[in-house]
């Protein structure tokens, strides 16, 4: 695709309901990375991937969070028993290289509102 | 770990001026990225223009340049000729330079920026 995709737009969950956000980066891209947007803050880092490896998962904010990339290309962030404190805007961005810097490119986020 | 402060929550600007937006951060890093994102009311989160920590030469990108102070790890924005589509939330972010694998931003909390008629 042209840029990255993530779906689905806007997702309302009941407190205690597990979720499924999706995200398409931009084809051949080896980087992924999952940031997390609280209203009015700036993004935090959640996960990283290079291909389907997951490097870095030290922003994941507890173990009801789960991420996969499984053949290095969608990649899904899964959010179990979801709770109030994460409703937030979670966005995708992806990059062209493993190495060194390339730039990022975001999706338009999923907007998670837990009730 | 690094930290990115920006302290003006928002400003406004007459269309055609000039603004400025603040940014600070602290690092133990001495190789880094500096970069200042625009977030449209769309969310989508859009690179306005980077700075390498090596590079003693402000960057600059169209009517946008930066003021690198590395001494006082101060990183402003400089936005000359606005115009009402510069609208929009503006992120200052951080990223260590690692030649092994890609690395993560770590953003400000951001400015939202009006531009007036």
């Known amino acids: 695709g042209a840029g990255v995709s993530q779906s689905p737009r806007y997702k309302v969950a009941k407190r205690g309901q597990d979720v499924a956000l999706r995200c398409d980066p931009i084809?051949?891209?080896?980087?992924l990375f999952w940031y997390q947007q609280a209203l009015g803050q700036g993004p935090e880092f959640l996960t990283y991937f290079q291909n389907e490896a997951q490097l870095d998962k030290s922003g994941l904010p507890s173990d009801r969070f789960f991420a996969e990339r499984p053949e290095g290309s969608v990649s899904t962030l899964k959010i179990q028993r979801t709770q109030q404190e994460d409703s937030a805007v979670y966005l995708c961005a992806s990059s062209l290289m493993g190495q060194g810097w390339s730039e990022a490119f975001f999706g338009q986020g999923t907007r998670l509102t837990v009730v | 770990a690094q930290t990115v402060t920006q302290s003006q929550p928002e400003m406004s600007v007459q269309e055609a001026e000039t603004v400025t937006l603040s940014c600070t951060y602290d690092t133990s890093e001495n190789n880094y990225y500096l970069f200042w994102y625009k977030q449209p009311p769309s969310r989508q989160m859009i690179l306005v223009i980077r700075q390498e920590a090596y590079k003693q030469q402000n960057a600059t990108e169209n009517r946008f340049s930066v003021n690198f102070q590395k001494a006082a790890k101060s990183f402003s924005l400089k936005i000359s000729d606005s115009q009402l589509g510069d609208t929009a939330m503006y992120f200052c972010a951080f990223m260590k330079h690692d030649s092994g694998a890609n690395s993560k931003l770590t953003f400000g909390k951001g400015i939202t920026l009006s531009v007036r008629p």
């Open positions: 084809s051949g891209h080896v980087s």
